[in-house]
């Protein structure tokens, strides 16, 4: 008698095998993570009725975009920017409402460093001679309890006049517009740094051809990259934006909440132009993790 083997011969029969072939992996939350991103991709290829034209392009694009990814380069970061990926998990991860405290949190992006230099409170970022308005920051963190935060660290990287990141321009010196600041007995912090331009995100590999395939503009609004820490609270990583920038409701990687527009202002000292921004942290209880650096 011949046997009866369970074999797939329609598309909506390959799935149950799939999962079935899953269903031991002694992992519980990676058993959950992928039967249900199978199931959403066979789902996704059935009602598209993906041709197999269309799935070696998308094969292809993964293999570039992995392939783009380097020492200067994160690809695979700035793919799931541009899909609005890295937004969801923040806001899913930091739910922050007008009953929370909490500062709202932003996705990481591909440019922060691990280790930047420990800098004395009202130190300059600018590590050379930066052509563009000076700024000065200052504002203070707040624990759980809502009371000033002493002794947290707040970590700040940003782009130069040009909208380029000291790891991604060679005619920067190393670490420029970077730094770590340790907040004072009253949760404050201050430092001086130049005034961040609006930039596009890297378009010259995969991600830049994706982007003009749907005829969307690269250009991030300018902004400051903020990650707070403190023994006992949960790391923040933000982002403060400038209120007047024309792409803040456009921004590629979907990064701008109302609550991350911050108050900058344009004063002049000595006749001279001076941007100013007071912007405060609150953090919420939980285990100090860090992030691993999309680029070294």
Known sequence: MRQTLSLPDTPASLLPLVLSAMADT??????QLMASLTTHLHQFVIDNAVTEAEFERAVQFLIDIGQATGPKTNEVILAADLLGISTLVALLNNPSGEESADSHAALLGPFWRANAPACPMGANLARTDCDG????VCGRVF???GRPLAGAIV?????DPKGLY???DP???????RGRFETDADGGFFFRTVTPAGYPVPTGGPCGELL????RHPYRPAHLHFMVS????KVLITQVFTAEDRYLQSDPVFGVTQALVGRFEHTQRDGRPLTRLSHDFHLCAGEMVFPKPPIP
């Open 143 to 145: 624990g759980a309890d």
């Open 212 to 215: 003009a395939a749907q005829r």
């Open 155 to 159: 970590d700040v990287w940003q782009a």
């Open 171 to 177: 005619d920067q010196p190393d670490m420029n517009l």
């Open 230 to 233: 403190r023994p006992g609270h």
């Open 133 to 136: 308005t000076p700024m000065e």
């Open 26 to 31: 002694p992992d519980a939350r990676l058993r």
């Open 166 to 168: 000291e790891n991604q």
